[in-house]
C-alpha cells in the first residue's frame, strides 16, 4: 500500500502529497475532463489578483470576456478593449454589478496610435500594468483554399492578430521594463501548430504569435517579464459556434473530432490564463501551453 501511494505522489507531482491524500481520503477524482468544475459565482475583492492591473485585448465576448470577468471576481482592475462598443459596455456593466473593477475602452489594435493609448490610459488610470493577456484574434472570413482566399482577407486577418499581438507588445513591454517585472499572456491556437484546410489565413497568424511569443520570451527574460502563450483548441465561443454552423457541422458533432468528445469552455481557457499569470507559475516562461484537450497529440 506504501508503495502504491509513493507511486500515486511521484505520477501526480504537481498535486502534492497533501492534495493527493485529501483527494484519496475523499473518493474524489484528481482530474475530470467530462465534467469540469462550474465557473466561478463568487467575487472575492481580496482575492489572488487583488490590487494587480490586468489589461486584456478582445474581451467583449469569446474567451477574453471569460477571462475579464475571472480575473475581476478575483480583485484584479481589469482595463480591457474591443471594438464593438455596445459588448464592451455591457462586459464593464457585469463585472461592476457583480463588485469587480473593471474599465472599457473601444480600441482597434490594427491601428498602432489606438494600441498605444489603449496601454497608456490603462497605466494613467491605475499607476501600472501587472499582467497582459493579447487575446484579439478573428477567423479569416471566407472558408476556402488558398488560392481562393481574398488577398483583402488574408491581410484583414494578419493585421487583426499579427499586428494586434506585435503592437501590444510593443507597448505593453517598455512599462513593464520600467515597472522591472510582468507577466504576458499570447493567445495563440491549436492551428499555431498544425494545418487545418480552408483556413490558411487564421492558421498562418497563429504560427506567427507563436514566434513572437518565443522572440519575446527570450528577449525579455532577462527583465523579470514573464511572456507565454496558451493554444486552445475547440472553445465555446460565439466565433467557433459561427465557423462549424458556415460549414454545415452542428456544435455537437464538432465536439466529437476532439479526444475529450466535448468542447472546451471560456471557464477553462480563464483558468489557465489565471494560473500562468500568477506566483505558481514562475518556471513557465517561452511556454506554449496546450490546452486543446489532445488535438495536438
Known amino acids: ?23 484519496i481520503a475523499s473518493g474524489k477524482a484528481l482530474a475530470n475532463t467530462q465534467k469540469p468544475p462550474a465557473s466561478e459565482t463568487a467575487t472575492h475583492p481580496k482575492g489572488k489578483f487583488s490590487g494587480k492591473v490586468v489589461l486584456i485585448t478582445g474581451a467583449t465576448s469569446g474567451i477574453g470576456e471569460g477571462t475579464a470577468y475571472a480575473f475581476a471576481r478575483e480583485g484584479a482592475n481589469v482595463f480591457f478593449c474591443g471594438r464593438r462598443e455596445n459588448l464592451g459596455r455591457q462586459v464593464e456593466a457585469k463585472i461592476k454589478d457583480f463588485g469587480g473593477k473593471a474599465t472599457y475602452m473601444r480600441t482597434d489594435v490594427r491601428r498602432e496610435e489606438a494600441v498605444k493609448a489603449f496601454v497608456e490610459a490603462c497605466v494613467s488610470q491605475y499607476g501600472r ?17 488558398l488560392h481562393e482566399q481574398p488577398t483583402a482577407d488574408f491581410l484583414d486577418t494578419l493585421h487583426t492578430n499579427v ?55 527570450l528577449e ?3 527583465d523579470n517579464i514573464r511572456i507565454t502563450s496558451i493554444s486552445p483548441g475547440g472553445v465555446d465561443t460565439p466565433m467557433l459556434r459561427a465557423a462549424r454552423a458556415a460549414r454545415g457541422i452542428s456544435f455537437e458533432a464538432g465536439s466529437k473530432f476532439i479526444p ?5 469552455t471560456v471557464e477553462e481557457m480563464a483558468r489557465t490564463v489565471m494560473f500562468l499569470a500568477s506566483d505558481e507559475a514562475t518556471a513557465f516562461h517561452g511556454s506554449l501551453v496546450d490546452v486543446t484537450s489532445g488535438m495536438l497529440n
Open 163 to 217: 499586428l494586434g499581438v506585435f503592437l501590444s507588445l510593443k507597448y505593453e513591454i517598455p512599462q513593464m521594463l520600467k515597472q522591472q517585472g510582468g507577466c504576458i499572456i499570447n493567445n495563440a491556437s491549436v492551428s499555431g501548430h498544425k494545418g487545418f484546410s480552408e483556413i490558411g489565413p487564421y492558421s498562418t497568424s497563429k504560427h506567427a504569435i507563436i514566434g513572437l511569443t518565443r522572440v519575446a520570451a
Open 260 to 264: 475529450i468528445q466535448r468542447t472546451n
Open 129 to 145: 500594468l501587472d499582467v497582459a493577456f493579447n487575446n484579439v484574434g478573428m477567423l479569416n472570413p471566407k472558408f476556402a483554399r
Open 1 to 23: 500500500m506504501a508503495d502504491k501511494r509513493r507511486r500515486q505522489i511521484l505520477s501526480i507531482g504537481v498535486v502534492g502529497a497533501a492534495g493527493l491524500a485529501s483527494a
Open 220 to 222: 525579455y527574460a532577462k
